[in-house]
């Protein structure tokens, strides 16, 4: 009989272990927390400067192909206008050739050059006898000229022509300086035009921007930010014109539709499982009680009993705090109640006080009388210092110590456990919380889940924990809670 029921119990734990083991695997729903929030709102501002760089850097080049275009044009249509000018003249200069004749422009020895400059040199007339023949050509160049010990730079129209079997070159130059300042003043508002009109299309596209990104900005967005869980989503229809977004926002309340199913089938699961997994395991322990207590049980096999018990409770221990990282993690708790830290390490220490003094151990609270905690789960609050605390009696020496104190910040509340007991190694302290890890594995104490309740706990309540150790020195556990949990009584 012994043997049958030995077996049964085996059989029986390896289904209910891999039926916890199961459940461990399905619980983590995704729930729209401060991690995700943070997500979004990085997410968010990456968009949006994005599309700031790409809008101004698409402006700037813009700019600048319309500063290129319009040098040109302005420098061609200002040769254009020089060269039309000129022409004029060289018409007008012939057409009095024509009449008056070429001697009245040359002097009696009728081989003498004609030049007239107006006053202030900006513009200029020459004949003079051609020694080449080619009559007819009109050529445009840009040259120095040397006028009465000046130098100045002048277009210049070069027209051959031949009257009475005499070849004559016509020259007549407009001064450089005054087109060049023509040009940089129609490149100057041109420029300016430029300017304003780009910064009223800036200002005009931010208003653009604002108007159709309102529904984004000031409803789709703003639902996402405040979602606690997916049944605190706020299912609202968008009024809008833009399709997308409407197709966006009735998406994202089908998709909360489906999360708040689910999270309600895991918690519905979650009550199942703890009925289904508890109740054979108290059917087993009450027999393995019945047999140690009864005489029909061979006294070579009642180690054996015994040993099946440890192990029941070993997986019943393992199911309550799977059970409890569900709960947690699915957001069943409320944060509705005060916490006394110091009230609370002081209720710590006098519960596990004779772990304590079983190897000598001292505990010191440090933490201020007046440091309360708002709006927090008093029960998970309780289970992350007392995990910590025993944790830090596990793995400490004998007349060893451990002191739990907090302090503020400009934005946290900090508690922090310090031990001077066997330390982490450094390649281990990034695993500490991940479930079934164990410091020292060889001490064959605990399941390794109690580190990962306590980090459960901590971002439950919007928190991070962090750990530093040195082997054989000691561990610090800092806790960081937001400050809009913490009310401090002034002048404690």
């Known amino acids: ?17 891999f039926i916890a083991l199961l459940f461990f695997t399905s619980y983590n729903i995704i729930t729209f927390g401060n991690r995700e929030k943070l997500l ?19 402006k700037i080049v813009i700019f600048l192909l319309l500063v290129i275009i319009i040098k040109q044009i302005t420098d061609e249509q200002a040769f254009r206008h020089t060269d039309r000018d000129l022409m004029k003249m060289k018409e007008k200069t012939m ?7 070429i001697n009245s422009f040359l002097s009696s020895e009728r081989d003498s050059a004609y030049s007239s400059y107006n006053i202030l040199k900006d513009e200029y007339i020459t004949i003079d006898l051609n020694p080449r023949k080619g009559p007819g050509k009109t050529i445009f160049s840009n040259e120095a000229r040397l006028i009465e010990g000046e ?42 035009i430029i300017l ?56 994202l309340n089908e998709l909360m539709l489906k ?46 009993v015994i040993e099946q018990q440890n192990h029941l409770n070993s997986l019943q221990q393992i199911i309550k705090a799977l059970l409890l990282i569900a709960r947690i993690e699915n957001d069943q708790f409320l944060k509705n109640e005060s916490v006394n830290v110091h009230e609370i390490v002081k209720e710590i ?51 060893g110590w451990i ?10 509340f900090c508690i922090e456990l310090s031990d001077n007991g066997i330390g982490i190694e450094q390649d281990q302290i990034s695993k500490v919380f991940d479930r079934f890890k164990r410091v020292d594995p060889a001490s064959g104490e605990g399941h390794g889940l109690g580190l990962s309740i306590v980090s459960s706990i901590v971002r439950f309540h919007g928190g991070s924990i962090d750990v530093k150790s040195v082997k054989d020195q000691g561990a610090v556990f800092k806790i960081q809670l937001p400050l809009k949990y913490v009310n401090l009584i002034s002048g404690e």
């Open 349 to 399: 220490i006098l519960n596990i006080e004779d772990r304590a003094e079983m190897k000598n151990i001292t505990i010191e609270n440090l933490v201020p009388t007046s440091a309360t905690l708002e709006s927090v789960n008093r029960s998970l609050i309780y289970i992350l210092i007392f995990n910590l605390v025993s944790n830090a009696i596990k793995y400490n020496n004998d007349g």
């Open 403 to 412: 002191r739990i104190s907090s302090f503020t910040t400009s934005t946290k």
């Open 95 to 101: 057409a009095i050739v024509e009449t008056i004749g």
């Open 1 to 17: 009989m012994v043997f049958d029921v030995s077996n049964l119990i085996e059989k029986n734990e390896i289904q209910i272990f």
């Open 259 to 304: 999360m708040t199913t689910i999270l309600k089938n895991q918690q519905r699961f979650t009550a199942n499982v703890s009925h289904e997994l508890f109740t054979p395991i108290s059917i087993m322990q009450t027999k393995l009680e019945n047999l140690l207590i009864s005489d029909n049980v061979p006294e070579q096999f009642i180690n054996n």
């Open 151 to 192: 130098e100045f730079d002048y277009r210049i129209l070069n027209y051959t022509f031949d009257i009475n079997n005499q070849h004559y070159i016509l020259e007549i130059g407009k001064n450089m300086q005054l087109l060049y300042a023509l040009v940089r003043t129609l490149e100057n508002i041109s420029v300016t």
């Open 196 to 251: 304003v009109v780009l910064l009223v299309t800036i200002i005009f596209d931010i208003g653009i921007n604002k108007y159709l990104l309102h529904p984004l900005n000031q409803m789709i967005i703003p639902k996402l930010k405040t979602i606690i869980n997916p049944e605190t989503y706020a299912y609202s229809e968008l009024k809008s014109s833009t399709s997308d977004f409407v197709y966006l926002n009735s998406t």
């Open 40 to 58: 979004l709102k990085s997410i968010i501002m990456r968009l949006e400067l994005k599309l700031a760089m790409i809008g101004a850097f698409s």
